[in-house]
């Protein structure tokens, strides 16, 4: 008799350790929903562009890693990602806005045609690769010690973005018609462009 008590209790400890552990109950499409601050990023690129004096220049391949207060310093403020239950989303970054739809199946996130693979979610944290390159440019670049870099080209690659859930609250601040309201590519370009410009 023992042995069956034994054998019970350990079934039920095991069948309910199976469904309890992290959000397993949920799916990816409902725990998405709500606002996300990116907390870091981390990938590879390169980058080339004409001097003042007229002489090519190349940068890397290299890698980069970023993350909390440096990854907010190194684009001049937060990332703020809102997904809204009716499939469209919105990301704030330093005064500009993009929006666009969005669409979650299995471990793929489609943003306005774009898929990425969700790598990790769960009720407070997410991790996400991108699908493509992030190309920048070609875009006049002033550096720090005042000279220029013409046609400016970076191309961020292997990128992981990593995210934290903001609190409820920050869910309903959908964007209003007075908002600035760049593409979902626009607003790629500007944040590798912050990223790169810090190396």
């Known amino acids: 008799?023992?042995?069956?008590?034994?054998?019970?209790?350990?079934?039920?400890?095991?069948?309910?350790?199976?469904?309890s552990s992290g959000d397993s109950n949920e799916?990816?499409?409902?725990?998405?929903?709500?606002?996300?601050?990116?907390?870091?990023?981390?990938?590879?690129?390169?980058?080339?562009?004409?001097?003042?004096?007229?002489?090519?220049?190349?940068?890397?391949?290299d890698s980069y890693a970023y993350e909390g207060l440096a990854f907010d310093a190194e684009l001049g403020g937060e990332v703020l990602?809102?997904?809204?239950?009716?499939?469209?989303?919105?990301?704030?970054?330093?005064?500009?806005?993009?929006?666009?739809n969005y669409e979650v199946d299995g471990d793929n996130l489609t943003m306005d045609g774009d898929t990425?693979?969700?790598?990790?979610?769960?009720?407070?944290?997410?991790?996400?690769?991108l699908c493509c390159p992030v190309v920048t440019?070609?875009?006049?670049?002033?550096?720090?010690?005042?000279?220029?870099?013409?046609?400016?080209?970076?191309?961020?690659?292997n990128v992981v973005q990593g995210f934290e859930r903001l609190p409820k609250s920050n869910s309903n601040n959908k964007v209003d018609e007075n908002k600035p309201t760049i593409t979902m590519n626009e607003m790629r370009a500007i944040m590798a462009k912050k990223l790169m410009e810090s190396k």
């Open 1 to 19: 008799m023992k042995n069956i008590i034994y054998y019970l209790t350990l079934f039920s400890l095991a069948l309910f350790v199976s469904c």
């Open 137 to 157: 440019g070609p875009v006049d670049l002033a550096l720090e010690d005042g000279s220029i870099v013409f046609d400016y080209t970076s191309i961020n690659s």
């Open 81 to 100: 990602y809102y997904f809204y239950e009716d499939g469209t989303y919105e990301i704030s970054l330093a005064g500009f806005w993009a929006d666009g």
């Open 116 to 129: 990425h693979n969700i790598t990790k979610l769960n009720s407070s944290s997410a991790e996400v690769e």
């Open 27 to 61: 799916n990816n499409e409902t725990l998405i929903i709500g606002s996300w601050k990116q907390v870091s990023e981390s990938g590879d690129f390169s980058a080339s562009g004409v001097t003042e004096l007229g002489e090519f220049v190349e940068i890397g391949p």
